[in-house]
């Protein structure tokens, strides 16, 4: 290993080297020494040795800056669309590590932004966005009054605009549906199909299909149709018994597990049932549930029926 070769006091460009970095190069498993180095606009830094003596670092960054500005020339006080450049953002110049310059500039709407040479120069940005929106809102069409599916447009909804400012090409209007109901919709919703109506328009449809299937959203409805067709003959309890039925009787069975008669009934989805010793105690509690059970909900049903 070669001796080192102290280098405090010795100026590589803007450098000026103050003393070694001790801390960076006990964590430095490398032969290559870090000195602590202060630039002429007073950035202090810790720059390796060997990129010192070969001039790859001759300042913070400020020298390749102040190349840039001369390459590009001062823009202060020139004009780039609507943008007029007040002054070098020095700030964001020192945090940025590329060489592309940023300079505060003033939109003619009084925003105020930092932004890079380069897109000042090559018409990259003209504005701060004001100069877009109006250019698009004229090229937006007045949709006041129309229908779509079930909407009717009353009017722009300025208040939503507003707020949707980063997005103004979408644009919201106050629709009101045929049903009543008052909301706001995007254009783009409108003009495409997509929103048609508040949401009536596809119950509507679901009930439709619903009828033509058979089917009901109405639970009672289902209720009565199943009493009708399986259980009633609209005002007394069905006589034919199923063909399958080995015993003669409604809803008695023979438990061989227990042997014992289980009647039961199933009214409104609940079921009713008793075990007995004997076919005929079975056989008159099933008739007694009939009358107690059976007999209101047959009553409900044919009050319904009236009423249709």
Request: charged fraction near 30%.
């Amino acid at each position: 290993m070669g001796k080192m070769i102290d280098i405090t006091g010795c100026k590589f460009g803007r450098w000026t080297v103050k003393e070694l970095d001790i801390a960076r190069n006990n964590k430095n498993k490398h032969f290559n020494l870090y000195w602590i180095c202060e630039c002429e606009c007073g950035t202090i830094r810790s720059v390796l040795g060997y990129r010192l003596k070969k001039g790859d670092s001759q300042s913070c960054g400020c020298l390749q800056r102040e190349l840039t500005v001369k390459k590009m020339g001062d823009l202060t006080g020139r004009t780039f669309g609507r943008w007029t450049v007040k002054e070098l953002d020095i700030a964001r110049n020192n945090e940025n590590k590329s060489s592309n310059m940023y300079w505060i500039c003033e939109c003619e709407c009084g925003t105020i932004k930092s932004v890079s040479g380069y897109a000042l120069k090559n018409g990259g940005s003209q504005s701060c966005g004001c100069l877009r929106r109006e250019q698009t809102g004229k090229k937006k069409i007045d949709i006041t009054g129309l229908t779509f599916g079930r909407w009717t447009v009353k009017e722009l909804d300025i208040a939503r605009n507003n707020e949707n400012r980063p997005h103004n090409y979408i644009r919201y209007w106050i629709c009101e549906c045929e049903c009543g109901t008052i909301k706001s919709v995007s254009g783009y919703a409108l003009r495409s199909g997509v929103s048609k109506s508040c949401g009536c328009l596809r119950r509507d449809r679901a009930k439709q299909r619903n009828i033509r299937s058979g089917k009901s959203l109405d639970t009672r409805q289902k209720l009565y149709k199943e009493l009708e067709t399986y259980l009633y003959d609209e005002t007394n309890i069905a006589e034919k018994i199923p063909s399958d039925n080995a015993f003669g009787s409604f809803g008695v069975s023979f438990d061989t597990a227990n042997n014992n008669w289980v009647a039961s009934i199933t009214v409104r989805e609940k079921v009713y049932c008793k075990a007995y010793k004997t076919f005929s105690g079975a056989i008159r509690w099933r008739q007694k549930m009939e009358e107690l059970l059976c007999e209101p909900v047959m009553a409900e049903f044919s009050e319904s029926r009236m009423m249709k």
